[in-house]
T-cell receptor
Framework: QKEVEQDPGPLSVPEGAIVSLNCTYS??????FMWYRQYSRKGPELLMY????GNKEDGRFTAQVDKSSKYISLFIRDSQPSDSATYLC??????????FGTGTRLTIIP | DTAVSQTPKYLVTQMGNDKSIKCEQN?????MYWYKQDSKKFLKIMFS???????INETVPNRFSPKSPDKAHLNLHINSLELGDSAVYFC????????????FGQGTRLTVV
């Protein structure tokens, strides 16, 4: 069993819909939680990170962390075709080593 | 100006060859990394250097040898390439500390034939 589990999708939603992406993890020692977006043939780019439990909002993106359930989410409001990409969750113990999920491939249909 | 740049972008080579991938960052970060992304998009850390010092060395065959001449550069040399080494290799950098806000390069797509 992987330390971080993520549904690989693919996930297709119509433009304007709210998208929910999720990861579960097994190690309760993880402290920092990140979401990366990766376009095809490009490197991952950091969208957001949160420390411990709670919510964080940045524009159309909201990240949620529930440490009691070992569950993190990324919500995308008013989804756009330009949001079509693979979304990777990542987490660490407060050190340099990031542990990634396998990524969810998202397509926003115009 | 590219923040983290890798060369080459594509690399096709035969089994048994030795090859190198170069990485440079102009962000002033202390820490650099090599990650491997397999065909299923799973991204796994291989090495991490902080100020030219190796701080993370995951279970990677010793055919892979990273080298950091200075804190802005981290190269990856691979000896005796095998078919299973085919993947996309990403260089990344971050400030020392929590490892958050890592910036990734564009990747080097290595194909071993």
């Amino acid at each position: 069993q992987k330390e971080v589990e993520q549904d690989p999708g693919p996930l297709s939603v119509p433009e304007g819909a709210i998208v929910s992406l999720n990861c579960t993890y097994s190690n309760s020692a993880f402290q920092y939680f990140m979401w990366y977006r990766q376009y095809s043939r490009k490197g991952p780019e950091l969208l957001m990170y949160t420390y411990s439990s709670g919510n964080k909002e940045d524009g159309r993106f909201t990240a949620q962390v529930d440490k009691s359930s070992k569950y993190i989410s990324l919500f995308i409001r008013d989804s756009q075709p330009s949001d079509s990409a693979t979304y990777l969750c990542a987490m660490n113990f407060g050190n340099e080593k990031l542990t990634f999920g396998t990524g969810t491939r998202l397509t926003i249909i115009p | 100006d590219t923040a983290v740049s890798q060369t080459p972008k594509y690399l096709v080579t035969q089994m048994g060859n030795d090859k190198s991938i170069k990485c440079e960052q102009n962000l002033g970060h202390d820490t650099m990394y090599w990650y491997k992304q397999d065909s299923k998009k799973f991204l796994k850390i291989m090495f991490s250097y902080n100020n030219k010092e190796l701080i993370i060395n995951e279970t990677v065959p010793n055919r892979f040898s990273p080298k950091s001449p200075d804190k802005a550069h981290l190269n990856l040399h691979i000896n005796s390439l095998e078919l299973g080494d085919s993947a996309v290799y990403f260089c990344a950098s971050s400030q020392r500390g929590t490892g958050t806000e890592a910036f990734f390069g564009q990747g080097t797509r290595l194909t071993v034939v």
